[in-house]
């Protein structure tokens, strides 16, 4: 199948397809005009590379998660698994950060909302 149709049924822009391929997520067979080929399996590889780039992976990290898929293999699903778990460990420590963030503009706020009220006071006096 072609580039735009691989598109069509996985959601998936061509422009992301393009990208999936120069980052190694994704290979296609060229036509001698040049033109991109995928095979049936592709699908569900794009929909997996989909899946990983939703789940807040980066490219180089699911290249590194791909063996796993490509050749199944106890020692490529530990590989894998301890990847995710610290690919979960660096996402928990940016929600963590996120919070303290936020946390800290609520005291802004609340400082903002005290001194606002103080102006209405002394404007009424």
Not at 111 to 124: D, G
């Amino acid at each position: 199948m072609r580039i735009g149709e691989l598109a069509s049924r996985t959601g998936a822009s061509v422009r992301s397809l393009r990208y999936y391929e120069e980052q190694g997520l994704l290979a296609s067979t060229r036509s001698p005009s040049g033109q991109r080929h995928y095979g049936e399996d592709d699908v569900e590889r794009v929909r997996f590379v989909q899946r990983l780039f939703t789940a807040g992976l980066s490219s180089r990290t699911i290249a590194e998660l791909l063996p796993c898929v490509e050749a199944p293999s106890r020692e490529n699903s530990d590989s894998a698994l301890e990847r995710m778990a610290q690919e979960r460990d660096r996402l928990s420590e940016h929600i963590e950060d996120l919070i303290r963030t936020r946390d800290a503009l609520d005291e802004l706020v609340a400082v903002a909302l005290a001194h606002r009220e103080t102006l209405r006071t002394t404007a009424a006096t």
